[in-house]
T-cell receptor, first 114, second 110 residues
Framework: GAVVSQHPSRVICKSGTSVKIECRSL??????MFWYRQFPKQSLMLMAT?????????EQGVEKDKFLINHASLTLSTLTVTSAHPEDSSFYIC??????????FGSGTQLSVL | GESVGLHLPTLSVQEGDNSIINCAYS??????FIWYKQESGKGPQFIIDIRSNMDKRQGQRVTVLLNKTVKHLSLQIAATQPGDSAVYFCAESTGNQFYFGTGTSLTVIP
């Protein structure tokens, strides 16, 4: 099946630093990628929809200046958490859509901000 | 897209029994549905999908049933094993947008 690679799997950083998370579709071209945040024992919270070559569409309540998304190619989208603070600590997951149908997920990134 | 950050309902089953996990979807226009399995600390894993022109689809030890009349989706896992312990959630799609259910935490008791 299609593979979505997400890197890094875990990040520990100091408050105030920026963290970049990469999401790659390894064997297919993904015109659309999605970024989610997940708290323990809770469902996925969609943060933004990323379309190749255009600005991301953010969900209500998600700060676009805080969570910068770049979808520079059909196989790569990045999420940068700028000036991270402890409340940004969470599990971040990306997904990519194959031909607008099957949705495949990355393995997730656990961000811990000290 | 819509996803809800609610605490997950739980289901406990004995090893070897069959499990049934249910999902109610909201949009009658949704024409594509997916079930995912998520283990702790990992990303969701695709299990099985079904299109709206079908009522039932079977995979290896899993069956998805779709009732469009009441907008209900279920996942049946046969002969549940300890490795099946995870969170399961459904997704509905009307095109390129996917909407997720709250998920169900399945615990298999040895």
């Amino acid at each position: 099946g299609a593979v979505v690679s997400q890197h890094p799997s875990r990040v520990i950083c100091k408050s105030g630093t920026s963290v970049k998370i990469e999401c790659r579709s390894l064997d297919f071209q993904a015109t659309t990628m999605f970024w989610y945040r997940q708290f323990p024992k809770q469902s996925l919270m969609l943060m933004a929809t990323s379309n190749e070559g255009s600005k991301a569409t953010y969900e209500q309540g998600v700060e676009k200046d805080k969570f910068l998304i770049n979808h520079a190619s059909l196989t790569l989208s990045t999420l940068t958490v700028t000036s991270a603070h402890p409340e940004d600590s969470s599990f971040y997951i990306c997904s990519a859509s194959l031909q607008g149908e099957k949705l495949f997920f990355g393995s997730g990134t656990q961000l811990s901000v000290l | 897209g819509e996803s809800v950050g609610l605490h997950l309902p739980t289901l406990s089953v004995q090893e070897g029994d069959n499990s049934i996990i249910n999902c109610a979807y909201s949009n009658s226009a949704s024409d594509y549905f997916i079930w995912y399995k998520q283990e702790s600390g990992k990303g969701p894993q695709f299990i099985i999908d079904i299109r709206s022109n079908m009522d039932k689809r079977q995979g290896q030890r899993v069956t998805v049933l779709l009732n469009k009349t009441v907008k209900h989706l279920s996942l049946q896992i046969a002969a549940t094993q300890p490795g099946d312990s995870a969170v399961y959630f459904c997704a509905e799609s009307t095109g390129n947008q996917f909407y997720f259910g709250t998920g169900t935490s399945l615990t298999v008791i040895p």
